[in-house]
C-alpha cells in the first residue's frame, strides 16, 4: 500500500511540478464540468414542476440557471481541452527527462544483463506516457467522483431507493479493474517478445544494417520473423482484450437493467402522487447523467489503475537504481597519481545469468607510467578485462588494486573521472564537431585550443578542417546542414573525446581504432605511447587492445590473453624470445604483410 502511495504522490507530482497552474485549472474545470450535468437536471425538474404551479418567475429563474450552466460548460470544456494539452505536454517531458536521469545514473552495467531489468525497461519506455497521463486520470476521477456525489444526493432526494444505482458504479469499478488486470498480465507476458519484435524492426530499418540486409538478402526473413512475433504479441494482447469486452458487456447490461428499474421506480412514484412531474423530469436527467458518470468514472478508473501500475514500475526502477551500484564500507578517494600501478589479483569474472567463466584467475600487475597492450583471439576475454577496469562490472573473485587500494572502495563517479578512454562501440554523436569531442570534458566545450589539442592527439585534425564551420559545424545527416561523416572519421572524434581528458588514471583504448588503416593506427598509436611517456610522473596507465601485432609490439608490456587466462606476458623482445601464442601469431601477421 506505502508503495501505491508512494508511485501515486510521485507521478501526480511531476504534473504539478511540471504545469503547476495548469493543472490546477484543469481539475478546477473538470469540478465545473462535473457539477453542469446534474444542476441542468436538477433545474429541468424545478422547471418544470414551477410551470406546472404557474409560478413564472422561478420557472424562468431555473431556465437562466440552466442557461448559464449550459454557457459554463461550453467555456470550461474549451478551457479544459486547452490545459490538458499543456499539462500532458509539459510533464511528458519532464518525466521523460526523469526516465533518462534514473537509467543513465546507473553505474553499472549488469543490469542489462538481467532480463527482469529489461522488460520492465522496456514495458516502461512503451508506456512512459502513463507517468504524464496520471494527472489527467487523477484530475478525471476527481471529477467524476464530484458528479457522482452530486447526482447521487439528488436521486436520493427524490427517494433512497434510486442510491441504489448509484451503487452500481461500485460494481462497474471492479468490473473494469479485472479487465485492466487483463491488460496488464497480457502486456507483462509479452514484453520479451516485444522486445524481439521491436528489435527485428530496428535492423530492418536502420541504415546501419542496411548493407548487410541486402547483400544477404535478409528483409524477406526479417518480414517473415518479424510476422511471427507480432502474431504472438498481438494474440496475446487480442485475447486478453476480448476477454476484457466480454467482462465489459455484463457490465454494460447490469447498468441498463439498474437504469430501467431507476426509471420505473419515480414513475410508479408519480402515478402513485408521491413524485411530481418536475421528479420524473430529474430522475430521467440524473440518470442519463449517472450513465456519463459512470462510463467517464470507469474510464477515468481504468486509466487511473494503468497510470499507477506505470508508477509503480517506475518507483521500482527508481529503488532499482538506488540500490545498484556499490557502497564501499570505507570509501577511498582515487590517489592524485599512480605511484605503483594497478593489480589484478586472481580476478575472477562470469556475466550474470552465465555458466561460463570468462576470466579465470587472472593475476597481473600494469606498472605506473606504463603502456600495456591486451591480445588474444576473439572472446578470450579482453574487453571484459576492460569493462571490469572501467568499473562496468565488479569480479566475482579476486580484487583490483588502484595503488593499492581495493577497486570495490573506490566510488564508481570518482572513479570514473580519472578514467579515460575509446571503445569499439564508439557512438556517433550527432551533435556540433565542438559538442562531440567537448562532452568528454564539458569545462572544455568552448576552449577552442584544448579541442585542438586532443583532435591532434587523434590525429583527427583534418576532420574538423575540412568541415564547413569547422568545430561548429553540425555533425550527421539528421540535422539541416549537417555533414556525415565516414565511419573512420566518427572513430577519430570518439579517439580525440578521449584523449581531452589530460590528467587520467587509466587511459583505456579498446580496439578504437578499428575503422582505421593499419598505418594511421600504428602512428597513432605510437603518438599515444610517447604522450603515455611524457605523462609518466602522473603514473597514468594506457592499456591498449588490438588485433594488429605491428602496433602492439610498441607497448612496454604485452598481455597475452587465451580463454580467460593469462597465457604469457612481457615485452614484445621476451615473448619474442619465447616463442608460444605471442610469436606465432605476430609471425603470421607480418608474413601476411610481406
Ligand atoms: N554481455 C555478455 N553476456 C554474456 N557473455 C558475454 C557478454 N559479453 C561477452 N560475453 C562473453 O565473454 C567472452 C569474452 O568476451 P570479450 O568481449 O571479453 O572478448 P574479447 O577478447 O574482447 O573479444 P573480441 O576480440 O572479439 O572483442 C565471450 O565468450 C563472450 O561470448
Redesign the pocket.
Known amino acids: 500500500m506505502r508503495d501505491t502511495w508512494r508511485a501515486f504522490v510521485t507521478t501526480i507530482s511531476f504534473g504539478f511540478r511540471a504545469a503547476r497552474w495548469y493543472a490546477v485549472f484543469q481539475i478546477a474545470t473538470e469540478i465545473a464540468l462535473a457539477l453542469t450535468g446534474p444542476l441542468i437536471a436538477y433545474g429541468a425538474g424545478v422547471l418544470v414542476d414551477a410551470a406546472g404551479a404557474g409560478d413564472l418567475r422561478t420557472a424562468l429563474t431555473a431556465g437562466l440557471g440552466i442557461a448559464a450552466a449550459t454557457g459554463l460548460l461550453i467555456v470550461a470544456l474549451y478551457y479544459n481541452a486547452h490545459c490538458v494539452f499543456a499539462v500532458l505536454e509539459r510533464t511528458q517531458a519532464l518525466s521523460d527527462r526523469t526516465l533518462m536521469k534514473l537509467l543513465g545514473g546507473i553505474d553499472s552495467l549488469a543490469p542489462?544483463?538481467n532480463p527482469e531489468y529489461l522488460d520492465q525497461i522496456q514495458l516502461l519506455r512503451e508506456e512512459r506516457e502513463s507517468l504524464a497521463e496520471m494527472t489527467n486520470a487523477t484530475a478525471g476521477l476527481v471529477s467524476a467522483l464530484v458528479g457522482f456525489g452530486t447526482t447521487a444526493v439528488l436521486l436520493a432526494g427524490v427517494h433512497p431507493a434510486l442510491i441504489s444505482l448509484a451503487l452500481l458504479a461500485f460494481v462497474s469499478l471492479w468490473i473494469t479493474s479485472r479487465a485492466n488486470d487483463l491488460a496488464v498480465d497480457a502486456q507483462e507476458d509479452t514484453g520479451e517478445t516485444e522486445r524481439l519484435r521491436r528489435h527485428l524492426f530496428d535492423i530492418g530499418t536502420t541504415a546501419g544494417a542496411g548493407k548487410e540486409l541486402r547483400v544477404f538478402g535478409l528483409t524477406r526473413e526479417l518480414v517473415r520473423r518479424h510476422h511471427k512475433v507480432s502474431d504472438e504479441v498481438l494474440d496475446t494482447r487480442n485475447r486478453a482484450a476480448w476477454r476484457g469486452a466480454g467482462l465489459k458487456g455484463i457490465d454494460g447490461a447490469i447498468n441498463a437493467a439498474g437504469f430501467f428499474g431507476a426509471i420505473a421506480l419515480v414513475v410508479w412514484l408519480a402515478v402513485q402522487g408521491r413524485a411530481t412531474p418536475g421528479d420524473v423530469v430529474m430522475v430521467v436527467g440524473l440518470t442519463i447523467e449517472m450513465a456519463a458518470v459512470v462510463a467517464t468514472s470507469v474510464g477515468y478508473s481504468g486509466d487511473f489503475l494503468w497510470c499507477l501500475k506505470q508508477a509503480r514500475r517506475f518507483v521500482w526502477l527508481e529503488r532499482f537504481a538506488a540500490s545498484a551500484g556499490k557502497r564501499p564500507d570505507e570509501p577511498a578517494t582515487p590517489p592524485a597519481s599512480l605511484s605503483r600501478g594497478i593489480d589484478l589479483v586472481d580476478v575472477t569474472y562470469r556475466?550474470?545469468?552465465?555458466e561460463?567463466t570468462?576470466l579465470d584467475g587472472v593475476s597481473m600487475h600494469l606498472p605506473a607510467g606504463s603502456v600495456v597492450a591486451l591480445v588474444?583471439?576473439?572472446?578470450?576475454?579482453?574487453?571484459?578485462?576492460?569493462?571490469l577496469l572501467c568499473d562496468f562490472y565488479e569480479p566475482d573473485g579476486g580484487e583490483i588494486l588502484v595503488d593499492g587500494v581495493d577497486l570495490r572502495r573506490i566510488p564508481t563517479r570518482d572513479w570514473r573521472t580519472r578514467l579515460t578512454g575509446a571503445f569499439?562501440d564508439f557512438v556517433e554523436l550527432q551533435l556540433a564537431a565542438r559538442e562531440a569531442v567537448g562532452v568528454a570534458d564539458t569545462t572544455k566545450i568552448d576552449d577552442d585550443a584544448a579541442l585542438h589539442g586532443a583532435l591532434e592527439r587523434a590525429g583527427a585534425t583534418t576532420v574538423v578542417t575540412g568541415l564547413p564551420r569547422g568545430l561548429d559545424t553540425g555533425l550527421g545527416r539528421a540535422w539541416d546542414g549537417g555533414v556525415e561523416l565516414s565511419g573512420g572519421q566518427w572513430q577519430k572524434l570518439a579517439l580525440a573525446r578521449g584523449l581531452l581528458r589530460t590528467d587520467p588514471l587509466l587511459a583505456v583504448f579498446?580496439?578504437p581504432t578499428a575503422a582505421l588503416d593499419p598505418q594511421t593506427e600504428h602512428a597513432l598509436f605510437e603518438r599515444f605511447a610517447n604522450a603515455a611517456k611524457a605523462g609518466r610522473s602522473r603514473g597514468t596507465v594506457t592499456l591498449l587492445?588490438s588485433?594488429r601485432f605491428s602496433t602492439v609490439r610498441m607497448a612496454d608490456l604485452i598481455v597475452v590473453?587465451d580463454g580467460?587466462r593469462i597465457r604469457e606476458m612481457g615485452s614484445h623482445e621476451h615473448l619474442m624470445a619465447h616463442p608460444d601464442l605471442y610469436a606465432e601469431l605476430y609471425e603470421l601477421q607480418s608474413s601476411s604483410y610481406r
Open positions: 542489462h544483463e556475466y550474470p545469468g552465465s561460463r570468462v588474444g583471439e576473439n572472446g578470450a576475454g579482453k574487453s571484459t578485462l576492460v569493462k569499439q579498446d580496439e587492445v588485433h590473453l580467460g
